[in-house]
Structure formats: C-alpha cells, structure tokens
C-alpha cells in the first residue's frame, strides 16, 4: 500500500521569528519512503534539519515578518495491516528496564503521575499484568472522555482531562500514558499521521496522537481516542508528552492563518504525481 501524506500550514509573524518544527517523517520510516519527503517554504527561507532528544527530526527556520506557508508532502510504503495485538506481551519489573525506558515512567508537563496515582491503582491496581491491562486503561479512557474538538484547550492536562470528561487525540493520548506510568508501565507520547484508511471518512483531516507502551521488552502502539486497530500510521515524533512534540514551536508571536493535512491511499502509478 502507498499512502500520500502532507500538510500546508500558514503563520503570520509581526516581526522575523525563529521556528523549530517537527512536521518530518520520523527517520524510522525512511526506507518506506519513495523518492524523497519534500519540504518548502513561501516565500523560501533557509532551514536545517536536526534530531531532537527524542529522536524525532526537527526543522530549524527563521520565519521573515508577515505571511509565511510551510508545505511538506510524502508518499509512503506501507504494510496495509491493521494495529497488531500481542496477548501474551507482559510488563517488566522496573529492576529489569533499559535504562533508556526510566524517562518515561515519570510525570512530565501535562501528565501529573502524583494527582493520578491513586486513581490508576484503584482502576487497574486489581487487573492482570501485561497487554490486557493496558487495553483495560484504553477502554476506559476512551469511554471516560467525550471527543470534542470545540472544547480542545492547550493547556489541559491528564487529570483535568480525567475531571473534565473531554478533550481531543492528545488528551485522549495524556491521560491514558500517566495511568500506565503510575503503574510503573513506560508509556510515551506519539504524534503522526493517521488517514481515514478501513473506517469512515475523517474531514477535516489532521494529525493525530497516540501511544506506545513498552511490554516484553518491546514498544507497542495503543490508540486510546480510535480505541480499534487502524492502519497507515506514520510517526513523526515521540516524547513525554504533547510540549515535547510541538508541530511548530514558535519564539515568539504569530497568528495561524491556514492549516490543512491530508493522508490518504494512493495508486502505485500516482506515487511521484
């Protein structure tokens, strides 16, 4: 399967800003990329690629005052399957982490292990050990918050999503990663492209956010906004949370004017159109 992913994001800037974006495919995918992932800016400016702490390929620019149009676009390999499952993957005591798995069983800028602790152990402190528990901490998440995009706040954070009852993929993403990290399972936060591919249409399209919880000495996707297996995800970043991930981190100020994403299926002969 070919799977045609980009977006075009315009910023107005009162006066020359600095950018840093992370808007690349994750340099995991690269070998699935046919030919090469274009970047441009109007009106064209100089920029330079990066990999952040995290891994993920960030993109340094500075933004000229006024109007300023980011556009990227890829076509990528895919399997064409689904989110896999895996049963039998168990939890690893914290003894016996990689030491690179330590980051991510603590509390970070929206995701307050200390407010939620309790909660976690009271929910899930009684279920088996392993995928099935992490599955449970999805379920609940998904059917505890109601999505509305209305309501979407950046500031929200995992217990006052758990308060509020609703929220967008992030805190959907937020919340379901500090119940694992109060239970001692690393959990990190992923920021991606998630088309419409196997279930009905998406529109407006835009990226979405999930995570990846680390059983058996692996890392596995679970999706607690879709809470069903999905395919086509593309990363493009991961961190504790949604700070660590910003599509565009601006040093200063600007008004966003456009945004559009798309991700969608293409033929194998429309793959360099």
Known sequence: MLIRCGYEITLVCQEATALVCLLSIHQERADDICGSETFSTTPSVPTSLYSDPFGSRARRLVAPAGALTLSGNATVKDSGLPDEAF?????????????????????????????????????????????????????????????????????????????????????????????????????????????????????????????????????????PRNNRPRIGRIVIARGRDAADVPLVNSFGPHVLQTFRVWTHEVADQDANS
């Open 87 to 223: 049963r039998h993957a168990r939890e690893v005591p914290v003894q016996d982490l990689p030491d690179a798995c330590l980051t991510w069983l603590t509390g970070s800028r929206y995701c307050e292990t200390d407010r939620l602790s309790q909660i976690a152990w009271d929910l899930f402190g009684h279920l088996p050990q392993g995928w099935d528990r992490v599955q449970a901490i999805c379920d609940f998440v998904h059917d505890h918050l109601h999505f509305d995009y209305l309501k979407a706040r950046a500031t929200r954070t995992a217990f006052e999503a758990y308060e509020e009852r609703v929220g967008v993929c992030r805190d959907y993403a937020h919340l379901a990663l500090s119940f694992c990290r109060c239970l001692n399972i690393p959990a990190r936060y992923v920021n991606g492209h998630l088309g419409d591919i196997g279930v009905p249409v998406v529109d407006p399209m835009d990226f979405s956010a999930w995570i990846e919880v680390y059983l058996g000495g692996g890392w596995y996707t679970f999706d």
